[in-house]
């Protein structure tokens, strides 16, 4: 079907929400960890962190300053600390009710179950039960005229993963790490690998590397 | 294992670069159709587009002004369109080579084998083969200053999928759409529906929604 601007913009805001929430394909599935100055934390899954640039490491998150995003929002303003935490296969339940609109008072992490753990000279809290932890500082922040949402870019400057997860050419198994993707709003999906390409060069037709091939590091 | 920023900074470029291009988990793979004014097309794998609203339809798509993706920046600041097109499982090898650096003149439509489809009133070529395609207009566009990187709005004004693909709620379920999640710079992964969660209230414990029962829409 093809459906035009019109269309979307007639359509019952759930809906469209809905739609156009699963309109960039699979998306990422985070949950962010910040405290405010008094120490007093607060957990968001996102699935807006996009990948801005390797050196420096830069990730980029777009967070909507209205409803339970405010509070990370601010925490991060306040402290310039925030985690980024890979939501994997046993914390989806978890991770999703993070998003209920908690008061301000209330902790994500008891609320879920989920376990705060605290990193010596980090000022916001990583998830325990995450196979992968970023602990990021924020770089750059900007309100985003077009829809008010904000754009917040922070450097990697700690991370944790399993140590069987890292390839021997750097890249992350996010198999192994039990990583999920989001589609839309709430559909949560492991991945099935198919295949890893070889770098791309315009004299040579596609290669598809030995998937099995690929090594662990030690 | 447990690295710090000087461990990123001391690992070989290559590595480093496919290791953080892994931290942010499953990304989008999105072919981005543009063309320049006299009409020739280009055609560039990206997996950095992001949700940024959805009244209006925003999407916000990262692109490196080096490199290959330079020509597609090129075209979107010419035109003011662009297209995206969900990377589906029988297109991966084509999809991937486009990141080869073929020289301005080269279509990657025809070193590829994918087919340009041309809409009427819009001047982005859209993928033929792909199952989702969205006609995007530029709405704002800026050089990010940390590192050089831009970051280009778009609206969706007009967009194509398989009528058994929209659920009646508005998803999109993108495993009858094929479409193909990215690990990395080259992991291609199809999606396996875990769960779908209901709307989060904190009042709620966290609730899975009977999958089977999400109908699709006539």
């Given at each position: 079907m093809?459906?035009?601007d019109?269309?979307?913009?007639d359509?019952p805001?759930?809906?469209?929400a ?5 309109l960039?394909?699979?998306?990422s ?14 957990l ?20 909507r300053?209205g409803g ?15 985690s980024?935490?890979h939501?994997s ?7 999703h009710?993070t998003?209920a609109r ?7 992490f008891?609320?879920t ?7 010596t000279?980090?000022?916001?809290p990583v ?12 770089r750059?922040h ?8 904000h754009?917040v ?26 990583t ?5 709003l ?13 770098y ?10 030995d998937t099995?091939g ?5």
């Open positions: 093809r459906l035009t019109s269309d979307l913009n359509m805001s759930r809906e469209r809905t739609l156009v929430n699963s960039s394909g699979f998306k599935a985070n949950l962010i960890g910040t405290a405010n100055t008094k120490g007093q934390s607060n968001a899954i996102m699935s807006s962190v996009v990948h801005l640039g390797s050196h420096p490491p830069l990730l980029a998150l777009v967070i300053p339970e995003e405010r509070h990370t929002l601010d925490n991060i303003l306040s402290t310039q600390h925030f980024i935490n939501v296969t046993s914390m989806i339940e978890a991770a009710q998003a908690y008061p301000r008072d209330t902790c994500e008891e609320a179950g989920l376990t705060p753990q605290w990193w000279g980090f000022s916001a998830v325990a039960q995450a196979n992968v932890k970023l602990a990021m500082v924020l750059d900007q309100e985003l005229t077009i829809n008010g949402t754009l870019i922070g450097e990697v400057v700690q991370l944790e993963l399993p140590d069987e997860s890292l390839n021997a050419d750097g890249s992350l198994d996010l198999l192994s790490t039990d999920v993707a989001l589609a839309g709430d559909a949560y999906h492991r991945g099935d690998l198919l295949k890893r390409m070889a791309a060069k315009p004299e040579l037709p596609p290669r598809t590397l099995a690929v090594s662990d590091e030690p």
